[in-house]
């Protein structure tokens, strides 16, 4: 099944603080992990992607970890901001397959307090 | 460089007709994918076109088509709409087949 599954739904973390979603997949074929950015009313824009042959990647305050026996990977944002405040999806795809489809997870609400 | 552009930006149908969307991808970039996102949820695949062609096709049915253009721009086609059908679209486009994806603004779509 082409599933990912994200969570939590929503999350609240203090100015400063630590945000960490995660995500769980399904199909071992995807090789492609992109974490969206979405404001209200906007595209989702891309924050940081990993592949599966590292474990972690850092661009700035935004990392991803990977763990691929266990089929999951996660988005920590360090130094939280009220300006992070946003929607944030995982995704996967597989880039050899038709269509280079895109998978989303349901989406995580943050909201950073000041 | 410009980005991915979409137009309208809003727009509202009754059920039972039609609807077409456009889509500029960014400069230089040959493959466009369309997306359907309902309101809370993340985005649903509806179908790619690469170099004119269509590349894939997500869970939609055939009342949804596409359309790329030699300058790689898209037009998504929504024939008897149903009140479903309530969403944003978005579009993306990539440089490349399974490069990333850049999205645009979407269109937000209101079935009455």
């Given amino acids: 099944q082409q599933q990912v599954k994200q969570s939590p739904q929503s999350l609240i973390v203090q100015k400063g603080g630590i945000s ?24 989702p824009a891309l924050l940081i992607a990993i592949r599966p042959d ?37 995704a996967a795809s597989q880039s050899r397959g038709a269509g280079n489809m895109l998978t989303f997870g349901g989406g995580t609400r943050l909201m950073v307090k000041p | 460089e410009t980005g991915v552009t979409q137009s309208p930006t809003h727009l509202i149908k009754t059920r039972g007709q039609q609807v077409t969307l456009r889509c500029s991808s960014q400069s230089g970039h040959n493959t466009v994918s369309w997306y359907q996102q309902a309101l809370g949820q993340g985005p649903q695949f509806i179908f790619q076109y690469y170099r ?60 009455l």
């Fill in chain 2, 52 to 111: 004119e062609e269509e590349n894939g096709r997500g869970n939609f049915p055939p009342r949804f088509s596409g359309l790329q253009f030699p300058n790689y721009s898209s037009e998504l086609n929504v024939n008897a709409l149903e009140l479903d059908d309530s969403a944003l679209y978005l579009c993306a486009s990539s440089l490349v087949l399974g490069d990333t994806q850049y999205f645009g603004p979407g269109t937000r779509l209101t079935v």
């Fill in chain 1, 20 to 43: 960490i979603i995660n995500c769980a997949y399904e199909n071992t074929a995807f090789d492609y992990f992109p974490w969206y950015q979405q404001f209200p009313g906007k595209g």
């Fill in chain 1, 54 to 90: 590292v474990s972690e990647k850092k661009e700035g305050r935004f990392t991803i970890s990977f763990n691929k026996s266990a089929k999951q990977f996660s988005l920590h944002i360090m130094d939280s901001q009220p300006g992070d405040s946003a929607t944030y999806f995982c």
